[in-house]
Each structure stands twice: as structure tokens, then as C-alpha cells.
């Protein structure tokens, strides 16, 4: 028997060989592998050595077909929370990392992917979308979001006079007011009370499933 090649340490495409990971059913040695998204994964010594397997299937997933490209999209957006909560250097950082907002769905890109299937309603052209906009990624606090309406639920402002997004006090009237655009459409209505106020926007914010970001 020839002397076992030593793969550990070795990068094959985006693979770097961790140690031995096992034995096939005919003896042959399993790698355990590491890949650049964070997965880990068991590969056949054949397999690296012949180029046959380069990812832990991110990579085909990244790589859209005809019929692949909601998963391709999916894993994406899933990239994209991890980026920008965990990666300092990421543009995005600031507002949801640097202000405390956590992914809390998986430590590497293909668990957050994995939880994101679990979400229902997904269809090409939607985003992820925190209901909470000061929430971290939870599952009970993610949807799918039309792009178009996500810019509706953003932070509140400094400015804003009720702690509730679209909701604010006038002067002039001595009323609050509760207010959402769709379609270019305004809704609005005036209360006497703030509680009533915050209650409609709510209420609204279901109706219209009213998105709160529109950054993968």
C-alpha cells in the first residue's frame, strides 16, 4: 500500500483541509474541510485532488440556474446579515453591529441561509425584513418584504415626538397623527391621545406589511 498523501493545510478552491474526517465504506479517507463561508464538510481525497469538489456548496448555490436563483439570492441576503452585524469593515456596520443589532439565525452563512428557508412567503424580487427595526435577525422577528415598501419602517428619528415611527404631534391642531405611504398612496388619520395614534400605525404596518430595509 502506497504511503497516505498528507492533505491537511492544503486550499482546494475555497476548501482548506482541516484533518482527517473519517472512512468510506471501501476505506478511503474523508477530509475535513473548512470552507470560506464558515461551513464545514467531509470530502473524498479524490474529489479535492481532482478539483471535483471546490466548495461546500455555496459555490454551486452562488452560481444561479434557470431554477436556482432564489437560492442563490437567498444565500446572498443570508451573507449580507452576517456582514453587516458581525464585520466591522462592512459599510453597513454601523447601524446594525456597531448599534447592538445581532444575527442571532446561525455563526456562518450557510446556518443563516438554512433559517432562512425556514421563513415562508418567500418570491423573487422580496427581501428580508425585521418587523422590529431595532430587533436583531430572529425568526420571529423576519418576513419577506416588497422593496418598495421597506423604506417606511426605518428608525425612528431624533426628532420624532412619540417613540413610533409615523406617528407625531401637531401644534397647529393639537392632535396626533398616524401616518403610511404605499404606492405613492398616503393613509393618515388624527387621534386625541398618542396611544390611539401608535395603535393605527400598527395596525397599518400589518395591513400594508410595510418593510423596514432594503440592504442585502
Known amino acids: 500500500m502506497g504511503k497516505k498523501m498528507e492533505l491537511k493545510g492544503l486550499r482546494f478552491g475555497r476548501l482548506l483541509v482541516i484533518e482527517e474526517g473519517g472512512r468510506q465504506k471501501n476505506g478511503g479517507i474523508l477530509w475535513s474541510c473548512e470552507c470560506e463561508c464558515g461551513a464545514t464538510t467531509l470530502v473524498k481525497r479524490e474529489n479535492l485532488l481532482s478539483g471535483n469538489t471546490k466548495s461546500c456548496g455555496c459555490l454551486r448555490i452562488s452560481n444561479p440556474t434557470k431554477h436556482g436563483e432564489s437560492r442563490n439570492r437567498i444565500y446572498i441576503i443570508a451573507n449580507?446579515?452576517?456582514?453587516?452585524?458581525?464585520?466591522?469593515?462592512?459599510?453597513?456596520?454601523?447601524i446594525y453591529g456597531g448599534r447592538g443589532i445581532k444575527c442571532l439565525l446561525g455563526n456562518t452563512t450557510a446556518e443563516v441561509y438554512e433559517n432562512l428557508l425556514k421563513i415562508p412567503g418567500y418570491k423573487n424580487g422580496l427581501s428580508i425584513d425585521r418587523i422590529n427595526v431595532d430587533g436583531n435577525y430572529e425568526l420571529y422577528n423576519l418576513r419577506w418584504a416588497d422593496a418598495s415598501l421597506q423604506a417606511f419602517n426605518k428608525r425612528i428619528s431624533s426628532r420624532n415626538t412619540s417613540g413610533q415611527r409615523g406617528v407625531s404631534f401637531s401644534k397647529s391642531s393639537k392632535k396626533w397623527r398616524a401616518e403610511i405611504k404605499k404606492d405613492k398612496k398616503l393613509f393618515y388619520k388624527t387621534f386625541n391621545t398618542k396611544e390611539e395614534a401608535i395603535s393605527y400605525r400598527l395596525k397599518l404596518e400589518k395591513e400594508l406589511q410595510v418593510g423596514d430595509e432594503n440592504v442585502y
Open 80 to 94: 449580507g446579515i452576517l456582514q453587516r452585524c458581525n464585520n466591522p469593515n462592512h459599510k453597513w456596520y454601523s
